[in-house]
């Protein structure tokens, strides 16, 4: 066979297909980006375990006691970061482990010396003793009882890996106090639930998840409970007691193995009866799916007397695994690769764990699909493979970088791809609506590719020179990828080149419904976001997506050197990249960059109607755009707005909006269009507008409060009919709603309030005259003496002005 030098680590080792290329190659430490790692030492022979940190399970393995080395060589992708678990036979008995991280830039290992550029690593040196040491303390699942009267209890030994990574199927040695000079046994007193046990000590320090369990005889029935704290145990020194605080455990009873390897491990194995929830792997005929990696992460750091999160690694080779799970809290990751499956991560609540029952997690076969409409024929998606580098994840990349182009999604199977290892870019492109989702330096060691779910049917509304389109996006699949790409096209007959663009993310979905959106624009603060999938959006670098500013899209930057969002002209395509792709609804705004008049109404004073907000003038005021759906605006849409941003919504077939003019400190003016109307809300107040023509209002609209310059406001579509029309009403119709103004306002008022009975009196003169003369030189323009008609409202004053 041949062997291959890629651009981009790729090989592990043995036999690996190039994916761009029809060939197959065997991996030597010749390739340019295969480092070949040795471990040597000359004091012991020992066991092995390395594993992927991105990925968690092993990529290399030696336990068996009777082939130990002194020495081991191992081929390795070279972008990648591994943890090496050192399992001494000759020497020390506690494993210890060593970091290797960044091989391709300037290796890093913790605590051995580079020998050379092939990654020989020297670890004769390292300091690897390791001494038993005694711990004690309490495990109290009652602390208002003098005694606890457990009818069994224990505590069971993790290694705590990197990344927080606990491998379920290996446990501590059990009653280790028996390795020790001096003999004994570990100590669990079941009636005060005092414990003092032997742990491993390291002069690298031992990091440990301890599990304490017991069992309580509550009126005849037995109960079971359990804690988990973590420690660093060293070599020597004073080792402070260590006390537990025991909660239910969730799930049935059932046997939990211990020993290293589960069973026949170091120091025998032994099992312990106990309460583990099990959660079985199934696909979407309820089928069982064996062979299953699963990280299962648990966050019990708010837990009174836990403090930990960390995440169980298990191999569900039989589709299930079975854990120790206390019911503060749910799961709050669980992620699940098969090679047969597009992986997926999701979360498991309190509630669904919180029974004897198992849970069932769904895998899915790889198949994107529109989640509002079953019948939708995602089969016509195609799917692409590029290679993953910089100048090839850009929106455009050229024809040397596919690997593999417009396959039809119903004939692909994932296995042709994650055969070889490699970091890709994996695109999915709807040719009907032309929706591109585009993951970049997808790691495909950990599954198959990630799936997608999206609403290619955009949800738009358009008006002179506006226009805002929504798309939904989402994925049920963990980040086994650095970023998305994602294109959407535009109609380049409605935004030509005098437009400005602007993406803006308004909501956010839950992973597993993408009908259910957890935050809201102008809802929820970006705070909120913290500890969630989507807190990346609230950095720096990708705010403006959600804070109501909008990533403005460049006209010149194609490969997204320094923006975030691309404008393709030619091609009638907006690319914009994000950090996380779970379920997002991106908004396209689009606004003539033509500069217009300072306010969507230049002439409060006139009495023809006042408050124009439509017409040549509103699309030049408004900068933020944004949309309500109808669901939205029926429920009432909520959105914090700024001064000069408008929200358009849908009455029937018509479009209307409400524009924020101005935020004071504790009002805003607002203008209420098609119809035009103008009104001040001070903190608290609404009001209604009917805006369709008929004797009913249409529109509520409210001014929750307002922060950092921004009126938090509410729109609401209602029908109910106008009664007793009052003087205040038709204040409002014109614009001037003057028994409202806000405390600013009505200060500058009082200063002018002079001047304006003399314009009155000169007002009223003018129209006498007009009058007058309208009687004797009555012509054909007699109809335009009247209101001005909202048609032309607008029309007429700019005529004035001129």
Known sequence: MDSADFSSGVIVSGIARNPFEDKWYFSTASSKNTSEFRFTTTSYSFNYQL????????????????????FVTLSLPAD?????????????????????????????????????????????????STNLRRLSGYAIYNSSLSEQNYTNFTIIGYLLES????????TLPPNMSQFSPEGGSDIFNTTSGFYNMTVPGAALGA????????????????????????????????????????????????????????????????????????????????????????EIMVDYSSVSGSGVSFSWMADAQNGYVELPLINQAGVARIEAFNMNYAPRKGKISKIDLDSSQAYNFTLKKFKPFNPENSSYNTNSINLSFFRSNSECSVPKPGSSCSAMSNTNVSNFNPLTVMMSGAKIDFEMKDPNSGIVVRYIDVDMLASGPPDAIFDPT??????????????????????????VLIGVPYNTTQINSSYTVRINITRFYDDENLNNSFWKQGVNSTSQLSGTDYEEYASDDYKEFINGTGVLCSTSDENLTSSLCYRDSSNGMLWFEIPHFSGIAPTVSASSSTTGP??????????????????NNDNYFYIFNFLATNKQIEEGYTKSLAKKSMVRFKIGNETHSVGVIEVLTKSVKINVSS??????????????????????????????????????????????????ETNQKKVEDRGEPSNNKSPEEKKEKTKTSLT??????????????????SKRYRSSSESETGPLKEKTSGQKRNKKKN
């Open 51 to 70: 594993k992927d940190q991105g990925i968690g399970y092993p990529i290399y393995e030696n336990f068996d006691p009777n082939s130990s080395v002194d």
């Open 80 to 128: 990648r970061n591994y943890s090496f678990m050192v399992y001494p036979q000759g020497g020390p008995s506690f494993p210890v482990k060593i970091d290797i991280a960044n091989i391709a830039n300037g290796t890093n290992v913790s605590g051995c010396g580079l020998i050379d550029e092939n990654l020989t690593i020297d670890c004769t040196g390292l300091n690897l």
């Open 163 to 170: 990344g927080d990574m606990v491998f379920s199927g290996a």
């Open 207 to 294: 990091n440990l998840i301890l599990f304490a369990t017991a069992a309580v005889n509550l009126s005849g029935t037995i109960k079971y409970y359990g804690g988990f704290r973590n420690i660093t145990v060293g070599y020597s020194g004073t080792i402070p007691q260590l006390n537990f605080t025991l909660y239910p455990l969730m799930g049935s009873p059932s046997n939990l193995s211990t020993g290293l390897g589960g069973s026949g491990g170091s120091g025998g194995s032994s099992t312990v009866y106990t309460a583990l929830k099990r959660i079985n792997f199934v696909n979407e005929t309820n089928d069982t799916v064996t062979g299953v990696f699963t």
């Open 458 to 483: 955009a949800n738009s509304s358009s008006s002179g020179s506006s226009l805002e389109e929504a798309w939904r996006f989402g994925s049920s699949g963990p980040e086994i990828y650095k970023k």
């Open 598 to 615: 300072s306010s969507p109404d230049n002439d409060d004073n006139d009495n023809g109607g006042g408050g124009n907000g439509r017409g």
């Open 675 to 724: 119809k035009p109307q103008q009104a001040v809300l001070t903190v608290g107040e609404s009001k209604k507008f009917e805006v369709t023509g008929d004797k009913f209002y249409d529109v509520l609209v409210k001014l929750n409060g307002i922060a950092n310059n921004r009126a938090n406001l509410t729109i609401k579509k209602i029908h109910e009919e106008i009664k007793n």
């Open 756 to 773: 304006g009975i003399w314009i009155s009196l000169v007002v009223i003169v003018l129209i006498a005259l007009g009058w007058y003369f």
